[in-house]
């Protein structure tokens, strides 16, 4: 059992945070961690370098460079002080051999390419690293191409030409490609440029809720027709429509600037902040996306796409959670509804990662250059 985007790597360098601790998320916000991890039946996953989109051009693409390098050895460092419990890999086959020695799979994976500015050559750096899965953006344009959710709009209606340089240098190497927070023009130069198949690594159905970070059905088809896979994601205000009262949203503005504020924070100060966050919560609570909410996103898709092309991703300690099932130990629930509907166990084994493993086997099977 896999998921494909585990935001978990933004918490190894919280100081008095170790991921061999069983964590609860309604403290310390946390929702991933070895005991819980095995809790919830989970082999493994890819352990995100995410960077926010900041300022484009050269300050801005050095210090995106510089986070994402700490970030992987941080995940590095991660495994290599519990070499019992957690292997690197980076391969499908590693990986499942990895899982059956019992120990936890950590595939790598980059979420924004601002780390390489305008230096596709650091593509190569970050793939020595380990990275196998790359998605060009975030929340924000840059250059690379068009996000799904930047609120002036397409600036290079897709891919820009850097972009797709990005795509033919990702398939030389064997890197699967992911279109999650990528405009559906940018999908569209994907699924047109690729020669292997892509992934969303953390998307919903746009036909279930209507939001630019889901997929419409049409995209999902051609996802699936290109061998593709859809990773559900499990983020509440993408499943259902969020709502929104002025004193709440203000509050959540307030704590959010507190949040991002330059500098390491203990971890009893973590645990207040979110303490804070449940006291925002709890003062106007609104509708949180239910069980139920996310399995009408993933049997939709199953629907539309087939059952070879769907999987499952929380986008835990990423904002991914859903009412009542907000950490990885919720897995099982999900194999027993798709088994409810009629899915047979074969079915759910390519959900929970074999549709993936088939993807990254493809990319990497057509790479042409994977020197290091
Ligand atoms: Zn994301």
Redesign the pocket.
Known sequence: MLDT?F?TPANLGRQGWNIMDRHDVAVDGSQVDYPRMVAGGVDGGFFAI?TPQGQRGPDGDLKARDAALVRGLEIHEMVAAHPNEFEIALTPDQALDIARRGKRFVFISM?NGNPFGRDLSLMRTFYAYGVRLMGPV?FMNNELGDSSTDPRGPEWGGLSPLGKQFVAEANRMGIVLDA??ASDGVLDDMLALSKAPIILS?TGSRAIFNHPRNIDDAHLKALAAKGGVIQINAFSNYMIAPQHIPERDAAFGALMKKMQAPGKRTEAETIALVAERRAIEAKWPVPRATFDDFMKHMLHAIEVAGVDHVGMSG?FD??GGLDGRDDVTAYPKITAALLKAGYSRDDVGKIWGGNVLRVMREAQALATDTAR
Request: proline fraction near 0%.
């Open positions: 985007h935001d995410f979420e975030h999650s927070h953390h986008d990423g904002g």
